[in-house]
């Protein structure tokens, strides 16, 4: 087969787009199909079409605020509903995936067709920050299915460890629109910005690699009184005055997964989510929302741990929790290197 070769574009003319990268990392995969590449790009379309009904949800808001209906008179439905439904629907039209799982859906949607992939997603998180016009996003977890090929799919091919995971990835709906994904830690992390003139997402962060470590702590204080005391001692630990190790680090939270976690990718730092008395199993979700995180951070260079003791002879990475149900929750410490293992010196400690 002739090998692709591109011919450098000069970074002043035209940039590399999503579609184009994605079309690189097919030639570089022997054996490709076609079939990851074509799912790749359905979900690249359902993020542009998402995009356009957050932009709006503004005006509609404000528009809509008479009554249940918006400036095309249509209902104003809730914004984390459509994006589930665009979704689901562009991809099932696709025709490449046997199973999806998301947050607005109680059961998986299991698929006839011979769909080759499972896709677990939390189509708009922190949507309730939308009208505070904070960062909102979708993220997202492709995993190869382990059903038979061509029966309809299963629960299993979405009860996959994140370690199985062929893909992940979010798009950070904020000042502007970013698409961040990795098939895997061999090809890298990358975002690419919406160029919202043409409708294209250019490569903007190329390889983009976790700090080993940061100058931020991001973890929602309101819950202290509920936190395990290694908690308590970690946070303690973040705001000391210590100038040989560049503390107090500076307190981040935004409350929107997707806008702390990609903060904390692209600058480094720790964002975390613990348990607690409130959510002895954490909040997060382990499938769509800690799952497709840790799988960027560790490709990118960082980590991603439940944040609980390290079983003897187990394992603490988020990637290697076995799933058990589609919504199962999860605590979720992610971010650089340095930083998260300073987090599990304190579950040391203190034994918690
Ligand atoms: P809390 C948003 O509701 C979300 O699911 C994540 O995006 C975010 O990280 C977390 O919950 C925030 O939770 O309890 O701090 O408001």
Same mark, same amino acid.
């Given at each position: 087969?002739?090998?692709?070769?591109?011919? @450098?574009? @000069?970074? $002043?003319? =035209?940039?590399?787009?999503?579609?184009?990268?994605?079309?690189?990392?097919?030639?570089?995969?022997?054996?490709?199909?076609?079939?990851?590449?074509?799912?790749?790009?359905?979900?690249?379309?359902a993020?542009k079409? /998402?995009?356009?009904?957050?932009?709006?949800?503004g005006l509609?808001?404000?528009?809509?605020?008479?009554? #249940?209906?918006?400036?095309q008179?249509?209902? /104003?439905?809730?914004l984390?509903? =459509?994006?589930? #439904?665009?979704?689901?629907?562009?991809?099932?039209?696709?025709?490449r995936?046997? !199973?999806? !799982?998301?947050?607005?859906?109680?059961?998986?949607?299991?698929?006839?067709?011979?769909?080759?992939?499972a =896709?677990?997603?939390?189509?708009?998180? %922190?949507?309730?920050?939308?009208?505070?016009?904070?960062?909102?996003?979708?993220i997202?977890?492709?995993?190869?299915?382990?059903?038979?090929s061509?029966?309809? %799919?299963?629960?299993?091919?979405?009860?996959?460890?994140?370690s199985?995971?062929?893909?992940?990835?979010?798009?950070?709906?904020?000042?502007?629109?970013?698409?961040?994904?990795?098939?895997?830690?061999?090809f890298? /992390?990358?975002?690419?910005?919406?160029? @919202?003139?043409?409708?294209?997402? *250019?490569? $903007?962060?190329?390889?983009?690699?976790? &700090?080993?470590?940061g100058?931020?702590?991001?973890?929602? #204080?309101?819950?202290?009184?509920?936190?395990?005391?290694?908690?308590?001692?970690? /946070?303690?630990?973040?705001?000391?005055?210590?100038?040989?190790?560049?503390? &107090?680090?500076?307190?981040?939270?935004?409350? $929107?997964? =997707?806008?702390?976690?990609?903060?904390?990718?692209?600058?480094?730092?720790? *964002?975390?989510?613990? !348990?607690?008395?409130?959510?002895?199993?954490?909040? +997060?979700?382990?499938?769509?929302?800690?799952? @497709?995180?840790? *799988?960027l951070?560790?490709?990118? %260079?960082?980590?991603?741990?439940?944040?609980?003791?390290? &079983?003897?002879?187990?394992?603490?990475?988020?990637?290697?929790?076995?799933p058990?149900? +589609?919504? #199962?929750?999860?605590?979720?410490?992610?971010? $650089?290197?340095?930083?998260?293992?300073?987090?599990?010196?304190? +579950? %040391?400690?203190?034994?918690?």
């Open positions: 087969m002739q090998q692709h070769s591109w011919r @450098p574009v @000069p970074p $002043s003319s =035209v940039g590399i787009t999503l579609e184009q990268h994605i079309s690189q990392q097919m030639a570089m995969s022997p054996g490709a199909t076609g079939h990851f590449t074509a799912l790749l790009y359905q979900v690249m379309l993020a079409l /998402v995009d356009a009904r957050v932009r709006q949800a509609a808001d404000v528009l809509g605020l008479t009554g #249940e209906t918006n400036i008179g249509e209902r /104003v439905q809730k984390d509903l =459509v994006a589930n #439904e665009i979704f689901c629907t562009v991809l099932q039209r696709g025709m995936t046997c !199973a999806i !799982a998301s947050e607005e859906l109680e059961t998986a949607i299991l698929l006839d067709g011979g769909g080759r992939y =896709v677990a997603m939390d189509p708009l998180d %922190g949507s309730s920050n939308i009208d505070c016009n904070v960062t909102i996003g979708t997202f977890g492709i995993w190869r299915r382990r059903s038979e061509m029966e309809r %799919g299963q629960d299993e091919d979405l009860l996959q460890p994140g199985a995971l062929r893909a992940a990835g979010y798009i950070a709906y904020g000042s502007s629109t970013m698409f961040v994904y990795s098939t895997g830690a061999k890298g /992390v990358h975002g690419f910005t919406l160029d @919202p003139r043409i409708g294209e997402f *250019f490569l $903007s962060h190329q390889d983009i690699r976790v &700090p080993s470590r100058n931020t702590y991001s973890v929602n #204080e309101g819950n202290s009184s509920k936190w395990e005391p290694s908690t308590r001692k970690w /946070v303690e630990h973040m705001k000391e005055d210590d100038a040989a190790s560049k503390r &107090p680090y500076g307190a981040r939270y935004v409350g $929107s997964l =997707v806008a702390d976690a990609h903060r904390t990718l692209i600058k480094g730092g720790i *964002f975390a989510y613990p !348990a607690d008395r409130k959510s002895p199993k954490g909040k +997060l979700r382990l499938q769509y929302e800690a799952n @497709p995180m840790a *799988f951070f560790e490709a990118a %260079g960082g980590r991603a741990i439940t944040g609980r003791p390290k &079983p003897a002879g187990g394992s603490n990475r988020i990637l290697d929790v076995r058990e149900s +589609l919504h #199962e929750r999860t605590p979720l410490v992610i971010g $650089s290197s340095d930083d998260v293992e300073t987090y599990e010196r304190f +579950l %040391g400690e203190t034994g918690a």
